[in-house]
């Protein structure tokens, strides 16, 4: 029993690097839209059949499609005999929604995740997803991958001195982040007070005084979107005194105008990973390694020697 790691025109480049850091094959699944739009997947049944797949399928931008297509992929692994699907979607489609904030509404991952699982994905995993209790959703084995090492080695080569820096989380929510990159390199962290309405997605900030007075300032998110965050963040740390700000976020979605407004702010540098397809601007990191090294570990605990040769 082997690994065959299937690639799609979304996996952003991150099957072949899984490929190669596994040794596994690797094998490009065909796409084709039928003429009223709808998606259309196929794999090869002989590089499938009695082997451990793994789908790596991102899921932005346009996460509705992404998100039907996976579906697919792993149907068609499943129908096509595979011994086990995994699904690497680096990054989440509808993992915000996790509970349901206002009364009628979905919990958006909770139908993704179970749809995920009922569609053959054995298992699932996935980069720093919004809340990683909210993989519990998924019936299977759901991996939430924090490269924390990965980051910390990150914001080592962005300051100087570390014993001036301190890596802020811009909410409560995402203080497991800060405390987890900032414990990788032994520096302090915190994080500031947000509050979003929940009708119209405004935020805010609570007061609160935080030690940044002359530091440098790395403010760690799981996600970008349109910068908001970041720079109402960014603003309030400057006027407590910080020296420089970076950003350094896994998914560096930055719709149009986000990246502009946070450098408006004075950030220094975004940096993003490969999770998705980063704008230009964005310093980009890759997480392979970090997926790789949980793969492996997951082939080990499955007993699965891997290898194109296997
Ligand atoms: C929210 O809880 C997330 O962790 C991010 O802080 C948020 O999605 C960032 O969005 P934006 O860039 O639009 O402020």
């Known amino acids: ?25 690797r094998v ?19 590089v499938v059949r009695g082997r451990v797949v793994v789908v790596v399928h991102t899921m932005y931008p346009d996460q509705d499609r992404r998100f039907v297509e ?33 009364p009628g509404e979905p919990i958006s991952v909770k139908a993704v995740l179970a749809s995920l699982a009922m569609a053959g994905a054995d298992v699932l995993v ?49 203080l497991w982040r800060a405390k987890a990159v900032a414990s990788s390199i032994g520096v302090s962290y915190d994080y500031l007070e947000k509050v979003r309405d929940r009708v119209t997605g ?12 002359g530091k440098d300032v790395v403010l760690v998110d799981d996600m970008i979107t349109t910068g908001g965050t970041i ?12 020296k420089n700000i970076y950003a350094l976020c896994s998914h560096a979605i930055l719709l149009d105008g986000a990246l502009q407004r946070i450098k408006e702010a004075g950030v220094r540098e975004v940096i993003g990973t490969d999770t998705v397809k980063a704008p230009p601007g964005v310093k980009v990191v890759s997480v392979a390694q970090p997926i790789a090294d949980v793969l492996r570990r997951l082939l080990e605990l499955l007993g699965v020697g891997y290898g194109a040769s296997t």
């Open 231 to 242: 720079a109402r963040a960014a603003r309030i740390l400057y006027e407590q005194g910080a």
């Open 1 to 25: 029993m082997g690994v065959t790691v299937i690639g799609t025109p979304y996996s952003n480049g991150l099957d072949l690097k899984l490929a190669e850091l596994l040794n596994a094959e």
């Open 70 to 102: 996976a579906l697919l992929l792993a149907e068609a692994a499943k129908g096509a005999g595979a011994s086990r699907v995994v699904v690497v979607a680096p990054y989440l489609a509808y993992a915000r929604q996790d509970k349901r904030f206002l």
């Open 202 to 213: 405004e935020v805010s900030y609570k007061p609160k005084t935080v030690d940044v007075e």
């Open 126 to 174: 996935t980069v720093d997803v919004h809340k990683p209790e909210e993989l519990a959703w998924f019936h299977g084995v759901a991996i939430n991958v924090y490269p924390a090492r990965l980051y910390g080695e990150v914001v080592k080569k962005l300051c100087k001195s570390l014993s001036d820096l301190i890596v802020m989380a811009p909410d409560k929510g995402a």
């Open 28 to 46: 490009e699944a065909f796409f084709k839209r039928f003429p009223d739009g709808e998606a259309y997947v196929r794999l090869d049944e002989g």
